[in-house]
Every structure is written in C-alpha cells, then in structure tokens.
C-alpha cells in the first residue's frame, strides 16, 4: 500500500518536520511512503477557467505535474498544513483546488483512498480543527474516505500547538497522541482494505 504525504508550508519549520515523522511512523507499519512540498515549488492557484473539463488536463504546466502521478498511485493520502487565519495555507489550497483537474479527466480517481489530516498552528486554539475540516471537505467532495483519530482527543485528526517554533512542536505531548491516534486508525483503515 502507498501513502502519499502532502506539506502544505512554504518553511522547513514545524509541519514539514512533523509529516515525515507521520511518514515514518507508518513506513514502520510496513507501508510505502512518498513526501510532496510545496516548498520551493511553483503552484499557481486554480483559473477555474475550465480546460481540464474539456481536455482532461489542466493547462497550467508547473510542479503540480509532480504530485499528480503520486496521487494516482497512493491508496492513502496524508495532507499536513500550518494553520494559516483559522484554516489551511494558501499553498495547501491551490493544490486541493488544482486536483480538480484530476477529477475532471476521471470522476472516481480519488474514489476510496483514505485521507487523514494533520494541522499545525502557533496558538493552541488556533484553528487547527477548523484547517482540517477543509481537508475532510476536500476529502469527502473527492470520494476519498476521511480518517480522523476518533474521540478524546483526536477527533478530526492530528492537531499540533507549535508556539511557532519547531522545539513548541516538539514539546507538544497531545499533539504527538493525536497523531499516534491518527496514524493507528488510518493505518487500520488501509490494512483492511489490502
């Protein structure tokens, strides 16, 4: 089974770090991994303008063209963004928008893979609920079945308070249970669809 993760930070700080922590915890749970970042990449945002329903495609020739051969061969997918004014990066959302070209040339390509969700913010309460639930609708919009790390702490997914700083990541103990919680029932989810 592959797993594709997806860094929605533009910086090498915080969420960068904790998605290939999520990656290698699932690598030892004998999946295959693959890592995506925005960062240094040019992504532009969706044009809505269309062509990718008539030619299957989108015109926009950049780095998206990277992901997009990552995400026909993943059976999981793993969108980890910071927290940007109470949802998820810009970066983030031009790639959830530009998959709309994806779909456009095959209506079911997201159809049951499983997606899990992890958001990093600079304040406890700082919308990291509010990122995810993005992700979930982009998920569910999509057909791809959303995973979350179930109650009493986990609910939507993986939510991390980095004191904007990488050691605050570090340092936080519920996020790091959120993610193990994450990880167990979307790696549970993938193992029973084998």
Known sequence: MKIVGICGSPREKATDHILKEALRMLEERGFATTSFTVRGKRISPCLHCDFCLTNKECRIRDDMYQLYPL????????FAT??????????TKAVMDRCR?????????FRGKAGM???VGGDRMGGQELAITQIIAFYVLNGVIPVGGGSFGANLGATF???DTLE??????EGWRSLRKTIRRFS???GKEK
Do not use: C, H, T
């Open 188 to 190: 549970d989810l993938l």
């Open 168 to 173: 605050g990541a570090m340092e936080d103990a």
């Open 117 to 119: 969700a992890v958001a």
């Open 101 to 109: 070209a994806l779909v456009a040339a095959d209506f079911d390509f």
């Open 161 to 163: 308070w980095s004191k």
């Open 82 to 91: 910071p927290v940007y004014n109470g949802g998820v990066s810009a970066q």
């Open 71 to 78: 995400l026909q061969e993943a059976d999981g997918i793993v």
